[in-house]
Nanobody, 123 residues
């Protein structure tokens, strides 16, 4: 079992930055691909970014490419999402997830999920 806990969410003005963290316990993350997903009010949860276990491969949604950066530190059993140039449409609950299958944008391929952290971007 892998337990994931997100942190770093909050309120920020448009154009600002936030850095989300996801800390794992229960098992090392070093053999899991990791992903970030988000769910805005009234919308389905959607893919944001993913990173391979080695960090050699990353994947981004078109809506965040060039503004968000996913990274990981396997020594700290943690994954991060640096979010720059934030827009009101980035407002959502952000979730991290772990997949033993590879670096994918498909939610069903992720076995473990955190509880989420709220990000609110005001205009």
């Amino acid at each position: 079992q892998v337990q994931l806990e997100e942190s770093g969410g909050g309120w920020v003005q448009a154009g600002g930055s936030l850095r989300l963290s996801c800390a794992a316990s229960g098992r090392t993350l070093s053999r899991y691909a990791m992903g970030w997903f988000r769910q805005a009010p009234g919308k389905e949860r959607e893919f944001v970014a993913a990173i391979s276990w080695s960090a050699r491969s990353t994947l981004y949604a078109d809506s965040v490419r060039g503004r968000f950066t996913i990274s990981r530190d396997n020594n700290k059993n943690s994954v991060y999402l640096q979010m720059n140039s934030l827009k009101p449409e980035d407002t959502a609950v952000y979730y991290c997830a772990a997949s033993p299958r590879g670096t994918y944008s498909t939610q069903s391929l992720y076995d473990y999920w955190g509880q989420g952290t709220q990000v609110t971007v005001s205009s």
